[in-house]
Structures are given as C-alpha cells and as structure tokens.
Nanobody
Framework: QLVESGGGLVQAGGSLRLSCVASGRTFNSYAMAWFRQAPGKEREFVADISWSGGTTYYSDYVQGRFTISRDNAKNTVYRQMNSLKPENTAVYYC????????????????WGQGTRDAVSS
C-alpha cells in the first residue's frame, strides 16, 4: 500500500514537497515513480528512481525543477518541486515500478491514492 501526503495550495514561484510511504518489507526491491494528472488530461510520467536511489529519470516537463529521492530506511519516496507555476496544478501519484533499476517509461504495478498540488497565480 502506498500513501501520499504533503500536497496543498501554494502561490506561483513557491515549492512543495510530497511524501509517499509504502507499507511492507519489499520497498527497496522496487524502483519508485511519480506521475501527474492535470485536470482533464491523462496521467503522465514525471520521474522515476532506482531501488538504491542511485539512478533517476525525469520527464522533460519537470527537468531542473523537480527532485525525486528516497529513504529506504523509512520506506518513503519524496518529490520536491520548486518554482511552481499555475500549470503545475495536478494530482500527483506515486507508484511502485517492478524494474529495480528504474525506467524512463515505468510500468507501475501499484498506485497511491494521489495528492493534489494547486498553484495560484
């Protein structure tokens, strides 16, 4: 089970950090991914991190403003996003990627419930 937290309302230019906590003892067997779904749009890939945290992949959409990280001791993956813009408003989902070394196009096998970032202008 994956549970996201940390979303909220922020002004343009601000930052938000999301967390995703996984239950179970196999967290460090998986890569972990973040996806986003903007209003009226399909869910799309944002970032992926390998089981060790040593390799990361980012979509061109967030390159330079987004950092994915993980703490295997806490079964948690994080998403830090800076310089937020109104068009970044979306529901963000974390997902378990069964390819442990990560992938630029992960096939997620388990999703969190999602948490919403809203950016005001």
């Amino acid at each position: 089970q994956l549970v996201e937290s940390g979303g909220g309302l922020v002004q343009a230019g601000g930052s938000l950090r999301l967390s995703c906590v996984a239950s179970g003892r196999t967290f460090n067997s998986y890569a972990m991914a973040w996806f986003r779904q903007a209003p009226g749009k399909e869910r799309e890939f944002v970032a992926d991190i390998s089981w060790s945290g040593g390799t990361t992949y980012y979509s061109d959409y967030v390159q330079g403003r987004f950092t994915i990280s993980r703490d295997n001791a806490k079964n948690t993956v994080y998403r830090q996003m800076n310089s937020l813009k109104p068009e970044n408003t979306a529901v963000y989902y974390c997902g378990a990627d069964p390819h442990p070394y990560g992938d630029r196009n992960p096939s997620v096998i388990s999703w969190g419930q999602g948490t919403r970032d809203a950016v005001s202008s």
